[in-house]
């Protein structure tokens, strides 16, 4: 199966303006983004929440070869550099897609922006994301190793 936007031309700043550009849409009031050569990094603030987007991106030496006539090929260093070049794109464009897409279910209705966008929500006090605090506690529950409870305690009732 193809990945979506895989021979895509649009340069990696022009997805994160496009992402900008769709948050600022949609009331956020502040927006950063940060990269190393692992991981691209998108945050905003909306809805009275932090949301985070961590976009992994491929090891610059995964295209030292490549498939050309269903044969392994070694790359120049330029080609490499395009070929991981490409795939950096095609991540970018795809998290363009994601983001539109989550608030065009919360334009028609069909999902909330919490809903949407939970598993991204920074926690304050740790500044995980809500997905990397559950799923060690929700894998351990489909192993049936824990019945307890997952995350936090809510709210105590006053004394």
């Known amino acids: 199966m193809r990945a979506f936007a895989e021979k895509t031309s649009v340069p990696i700043e022009r997805s994160r303006a496009e992402i900008e550009g769709i ?3 949609h009331g956020a009031t502040a927006f950063g983004h940060r990269w190393n050569e692992e991981m691209a990094i998108i945050e905003f603030a909306a809805h009275d929440r932090v949301v985070r987007f961590t976009l992994p991106l491929p090891a610059r030496d995964k295209f030292k070869t490549r498939v050309v006539r269903n044969q392994n090929q070694r790359c120049t260093p330029e080609q490499q550099e395009a070929l991981w070049d490409q795939a950096c794109r ?3 464009r ?3 897609l994601a983001v539109k897409a989550k608030f065009e279910a919360i334009a ?3 999902s ?3 809903e949407e966008f939970l598993a991204y929500v ?3 006090g ?3 994301t809500v997905y990397e605090l559950m799923k060690p506690q929700i894998k351990e529950r489909y192993l049936g190793n824990s ?3 997952l995350l936090l305690a809510g709210p105590q009732a006053p004394a």
């Open 112 to 114: 909330e922006f919490e």
């Open 126 to 128: 740790s500044r995980q």
């Open 122 to 124: 920074v926690d304050p």
């Open 23 to 25: 948050l600022r849409r």
């Open 94 to 96: 795809a998290l363009a």
């Open 147 to 149: 019945a307890g409870q």
């Open 90 to 92: 095609q991540r970018w």
């Open 108 to 110: 028609a209705g069909i």
